[in-house]
């Protein structure tokens, strides 16, 4: 991004960011904790009963601490060893600044991880409306992209205890830094998402398309060249800090991934062409509904990839690609949505598409819809997110 571009940001405050930032934040958490009082009054009334209704009530029980949050605590207070090999494949920086914030006064470590979620996921609206505001789209569409991102179908775990909110903050940081020119600064926020999450290790790919932008510009000297490779070195850097201490603690570099590659989870590459036909199959048949649903969304993110090759700069599309290839050769879409999520670009995206007027509303009134019942469906054990 071009000196030129930054000034005539020049006029737009952070503060302006935030204040647009509030209202999203809040119809997120009103949502999903609306969601949540509907199903624990849903169980209280109906008494379910066999392994699906005990499954559901102490899920609810959980509430957002549910599925992975659940790991985040256990890793938080008692450490990898205590928490179990399969903790192992949960990247250890947001665990570990539960851990620490747990140790002023007031904070359990519950709060601890909830209170860093949600302070990250309102940063991370702030920063996206920034960004989407950088690349002067249509009008309207930094505001309109925070309602897109905060009605997504997975943000449910941005109001939980999910290391989602860190992450997605610290990849809006890194691409704000790139897109404004600055490599050195963004070495920091995506050496820590490389530590946060696997998935933090795909900030390298806008990195290099970025870098090969500026040296199509004759931008070559010396300080660009360091500049452009600590940026793109940064966050497979923070992924191999954990890793190297994997390796020294339990002799395999890699565990983290063989663990999550196995088939009691993600399990190795296959055919997306192959497993969106079988999830197809599933959904008109009505059989395992819950994983057939993410069957219409993986067409509908293909659908925006493609879409950002054609609107937004390359790094966006790219990143895009990157993290929609890991996410559908899974030989499940388990947690699809989810990636999808953090995958910002593919917000922006649909913010772009629906424009203003009677389409965005009724848009944002069915994601809101969808939201409510994802939420639902995984308060109650029957949706993996």
């Known amino acids: 991004m071009q000196s030129g571009a930054l000034s005539r940001l020049g006029g737009r405050r952070w503060a302006d960011s935030a204040r647009a930032a509030v209202l999203p934040f809040i119809l997120t958490r009103a949502v999903v904790i609306g969601a949540l009082v509907f199903l624990h009054f849903l169980l209280h009334t109906l008494h379910p009963a066999g392994p699906a209704g005990l499954r559901a009530v102490g899920t609810a029980r959980s509430g957002l601490m549910a599925w992975d949050a659940a790991w985040y605590e256990r890793i938080a207070s008692f450490g990898y060893a205590r928490a179990g090999r399969q903790s192992?494949?949960?990247?250890?920086?947001?665990?570990?600044?539960?851990?620490?914030?747990s140790l002023l006064p007031g904070f359990s470590v519950k709060i601890a991880l909830l209170t860093i979620a949600n302070l990250c996921a309102f940063a991370a609206?702030?920063?996206?409306?920034?960004?989407?505001?950088?690349?002067?789209?249509a009008r309207g569409s930094d505001s309109r992209s925070l309602y897109v991102f905060s009605l997504w179908p997975a943000a449910f775990v941005l109001v939980m205890g999910y290391s989602e909110g860190l992450l997605i903050l610290l990849s809006l940081l890194t691409f704000y830094l790139l897109r404004t020119g600055r490599p050195a600064w963004s070495v920091l926020p995506s050496l820590l998402a490389g530590a946060a999450?696997?998935?933090?290790?795909?900030?390298?790919?806008p990195a290099l398309v970025e870098a090969f932008a500026w040296w199509r510009k004759g931008r070559r000297g010396r300080s660009h060249l360091l500049g452009w490779s600590a940026a793109a070195a940064a966050a497979p850097l923070g992924a191999v800090a954990y890793l190297g201490w994997v390796a020294a603690r339990y002799g395999d570099f890699l565990l983290p991934f063989s663990l999550q590659t196995s088939s009691r989870h993600r399990?190795?590459?296959?055919?997306?062409?192959?497993?969106?036909?079988?999830?197809?199959?599933?959904?008109l048949s009505g059989h395992h509904l819950g994983t057939a649903l993410h069957a219409p969304f993986l067409v509908a993110f293909i659908?925006?990839?493609?879409?950002?090759?054609?609107?937004?700069?390359?790094?966006?599309?790219?990143y895009a690609l990157a993290t929609m290839a890991v996410a559908a050769t899974a030989p499940n879409l388990d947690s699809l949505e989810r990636y999808g999520l953090a995958c910002f670009p593919?917000?922006?995206?649909?913010?772009?598409?629906?424009?203003?007027?009677?389409?965005e509303r009724v848009v944002l009134?069915?994601?809101?819809?969808?939201?409510f019942a994802i939420a639902c469906l995984a308060f109650a054990g029957l949706y993996v997110p």
């Open 88 to 101: 192992l494949r949960f990247f250890p920086l947001y665990p570990l600044l539960g851990h620490y914030l």
């Open 125 to 137: 609206l702030v920063v996206l409306h920034r960004l989407v505001g950088l690349e002067q789209l």
């Open 197 to 205: 999450r696997p998935v933090g290790l795909l900030l390298v790919v």
């Open 267 to 283: 399990g190795l590459i296959a055919d997306p062409f192959v497993t969106l036909y079988d999830d197809g199959r599933d959904l």
């Open 303 to 318: 659908a925006l990839t493609i879409y950002l090759f054609f609107r937004l700069p390359a790094a966006y599309g790219w």
């Open 346 to 359: 593919l917000s922006i995206a649909l913010a772009c598409l629906l424009g203003r007027g009677s389409a």
């Open 365 to 371: 009134g069915g994601m809101a819809t969808v939201l």
